[in-house]
């Protein structure tokens, strides 16, 4: 711990740029505190945490609404809500409400734009007071940067949602880069926040909106460019604007090694303690990385086993991701009713990680960080690809290998011959070969909207040459 410590040297931060004066085993101890017994439910129940702002109980697990469930194959689409299975949705949803789950997550560009509307049928079944709604103004489209146009994308969200107010606004992933409408020049991260939030009115208008009581907590979501974290937290220590929450990828592999696997993030331990100290309340987004650490390599997976045979392999995430004092609600996009059963029962009631098992799990994202994945978290924000690749699909199929062990590197390995079919074989079965790796030019379009700031293209094109030696080098498969 001593080590991982100093490699982030995250108290400056804790003392405002001062010399540390809290000593860095009494800050560990308070991040992995759960909150005072006041704010937790009893008995048998799902956890809930109290927002200080606004007195609301808000379940500990939220509900994402990225990933619905969709019709099976072959199903015409739905005239209202498209491909998505809006009668398992309703299901799904009256689960959650049942078992205590009150936050749902939305935003008008999830699920080809009808998760909104998805989420607006379901929840509109219940009584408005039995539930939250967050949602996010998603103007990342240069169309959307002018106030009038962020405006009607706001109206929208209420007219899909069916209710004249938003329990959770949020600015849509500030910090993600973007190109000049005008020049087409690429714009840094925090200058598309500037552009999309402040130079044109947008935050001024939404503190309105809050004023009025259409929008009941302000809050934004951070991937990217960390100045533009640091320009909205300065804001609010200014007093020029309050935000009632914010919205941050954390769990196990993040809390030390995001910079590491990707120079341009920021640890987790980094965001929060900034959040912390000033009493904001931090929602949790990807607390598995897309499912990654739900999906870890068989070796892990048995070491996992071994210290809990009972827990599952994704309850050890949530769990390290629900215990930090000061997280309001923990998000996971649930497809799928026995994920909603699963991650209902890790938080109802939540067993906070103690001091040891976080040593452990420590130690596991050490070794998980030790297999060197794509931090692909299958989000989809850098498709569609123009010409036709699956990014997610490759990314995903190549993490598979790794954490499988058939990412062969010597033809000499008496297993190589094995590990190649399984590599090859199960790429073509997964990612149709006109969309495969190969196929990618170079253009660049998908890096900058990409929220683990991934270099898409030159992963793509390691990958690629990575498959021509696979192929190149014969043999029957």
Same mark, same amino acid.
């Given at each position: 711990?001593?080590?991982?410590?100093?490699?982030?040297?995250?108290?400056?931060?804790?003392?405002? /740029?001062?010399?540390?004066?809290?000593?860095?085993?009494a800050f560990l101890a308070s991040c992995r505190r759960a909150a005072?017994?006041?704010?937790?439910?009893?008995?048998?129940?799902?956890?809930?945490?109290?927002?200080?702002?606004?007195?609301?109980?808000?379940?500990?697990?939220?509900?994402?609404?990225?990933?619905?469930?969709?019709?099976?194959?072959?199903?015409?689409?739905?005239?209202?809500?498209?491909?998505?299975?809006?009668?398992?949705?309703?299901?799904?949803?009256?689960?959650?409400?049942?078992?205590?789950?009150?936050?749902?997550?939305?935003?008008?560009?999830?699920?080809?734009?009808?998760?909104?509307?998805?989420?607006?049928?379901?929840?509109?079944?219940?009584?408005?007071?039995?539930?939250?709604?967050?949602?996010?103004?998603?103007?990342?489209?240069?169309?959307?940067?002018?106030?009038?146009?962020?405006?009607?994308?706001?109206?929208?969200?209420?007219?899909?949602?069916?209710?004249?107010?938003?329990? *959770?606004?949020?600015? &849509?992933?500030?910090?993600?880069?973007?190109?000049?409408?005008?020049?087409?020049?690429?714009?840094?991260?925090?200058?598309?926040?500037?552009?999309?939030?402040?130079?044109?009115?947008?935050?001024?208008?939404?503190?309105?909106?809050?004023?009025?009581?259409?929008?009941?907590?302000?809050?934004f979501s951070w991937h990217g460019d960390y100045r533009a974290f640091?320009?909205?937290?300065?804001?609010?220590?200014?007093?020029?604007? &309050?935000?009632?929450?914010?919205?941050?990828?954390?769990? *196990?592999?993040?809390?030390?090694?995001?910079?590491?696997?990707?120079?341009?993030?920021?640890?987790?331990?980094?965001?929060?303690?900034?959040?912390?100290?000033?009493?904001?309340?931090?929602?949790?987004?990807?607390?598995?990385? /897309?499912?990654?650490?739900?999906?870890?390599?068989?070796?892990?997976?048995?070491?996992?086993?071994?210290?809990?045979?009972?827990?599952?392999?994704?309850?050890?995430?949530?769990?390290?991701?629900?215990?930090?004092?000061?997280?309001?609600?923990?998000?996971? /996009?649930?497809?799928?009713?026995? &994920?909603?059963?699963?991650?209902?029962?890790?938080?109802?009631?939540? &067993?906070?990680?103690?001091?040891?098992?976080?040593?452990?799990?420590?130690?596991?994202?050490?070794?998980?960080?030790?297999?060197?994945?794509?931090?692909?978290?299958?989000?989809?924000?850098?498709?569609?690809?123009?010409?036709?690749?699956?990014?997610? /699909?490759?990314?995903?199929?190549?993490?598979?290998?790794?954490?499988?062990?058939?990412?062969?590197?010597?033809?000499?390995?008496?297993?190589?011959?094995?590990?190649?079919?399984?590599?090859?074989?199960?790429?073509?079965?997964?990612?149709?070969?006109?969309r495969q790796a190969d196929h990618c030019i170079g253009c660049g379009?998908?890096?900058?909207?990409?929220?683990?700031?991934?270099?898409?293209?030159?992963?793509?094109?390691?990958?690629?040459?990575?498959?021509?030696?696979?192929?190149?080098?014969?043999?029957?498969?």
């Amino acid at each position: 711990m001593d080590k991982q410590l100093s490699r982030r040297n995250f108290l400056k931060y804790l003392a405002g /740029g001062a010399a540390a004066a809290v000593p860095a085993s009494a800050f560990l101890a308070s991040c992995r505190r759960a909150a005072a017994p006041s704010t937790e439910a009893e008995g048998e129940h799902m956890t809930l945490r109290t927002n200080p702002n606004t007195g609301d109980r808000v379940s500990l697990l939220g509900y994402g609404m990225m990933r619905l469930p969709q019709l099976p194959e072959g199903t015409p689409d739905d005239a209202v809500t498209g491909p998505f299975d809006q009668e398992m949705i309703n299901r799904q949803v009256d689960y959650a409400l049942a078992h205590g789950v009150n936050y749902f997550d939305t935003s008008p560009v999830y699920c080809r734009g009808l998760s909104e509307r998805c989420t607006g049928i379901a929840l509109k079944r219940h009584p408005r007071q039995s539930y939250y709604i967050a949602t996010k103004l998603s103007n990342f489209d240069t169309r959307y940067w002018a106030l009038d146009a962020s405006k009607e994308m706001f109206e929208n969200s209420l007219r899909e949602l069916q209710t004249d107010y938003i329990d *959770y606004l949020l600015l &849509h992933s500030t910090g993600g880069g973007g190109r000049d409408p005008e020049t087409g020049e690429q714009l840094s991260g925090l200058e598309v926040c500037q552009r999309r939030f402040i130079d044109n009115g947008v935050l001024d208008w939404l503190t309105q909106e809050k004023a009025a009581g259409r929008i009941r907590n302000l809050g934004f979501s951070w991937h990217g460019d960390y100045r533009a974290f640091e320009l909205l937290l300065r804001l609010h220590d200014e007093g020029r604007y &309050h935000w009632d929450f914010c919205q941050i990828e954390l769990n *196990y592999l993040d809390w030390f090694y995001a910079n590491e696997i990707n120079s341009s993030n920021v640890d987790a331990v980094t965001l929060y303690g900034e959040l912390h100290r000033r009493g904001i309340p931090a929602v949790i987004m990807e607390p598995l990385l /897309g499912g990654r650490l739900a999906r870890v390599a068989d070796d892990i997976a048995a070491e996992l086993k071994q210290r809990d045979a009972e827990a599952t392999i994704a309850s050890w995430a949530f769990r390290f991701a629900g215990t930090p004092e000061g997280v309001l609600t923990v998000l996971s /996009g649930m497809t799928y009713m026995e &994920h909603l059963q699963e991650n209902v029962a890790t938080y109802s009631p939540l &067993h906070p990680i103690s001091d040891e098992e976080n040593d452990f799990l420590m130690h596991i994202a050490e070794l998980i960080y030790g297999q060197k994945e794509i931090p692909c978290t299958a989000c989809q924000y850098c498709m569609p690809c123009p010409y036709g690749l699956d990014i997610p /699909g490759i990314f995903a199929h190549y993490n598979k290998c790794v954490n499988e062990g058939n990412t062969p590197q010597s033809s000499g390995s008496p297993t190589y011959r094995r590990q190649r079919r399984a590599f090859l074989v199960g790429y073509d079965r997964s990612v149709p070969r006109l969309r495969q790796a190969d196929h990618c030019i170079g253009c660049g379009q998908c890096a900058p909207h990409c929220p683990q700031q991934i270099q898409i293209p030159e992963e793509l094109h390691r990958i690629s040459d990575y498959v021509e030696q696979l192929r190149r080098e014969g043999g029957s498969l």
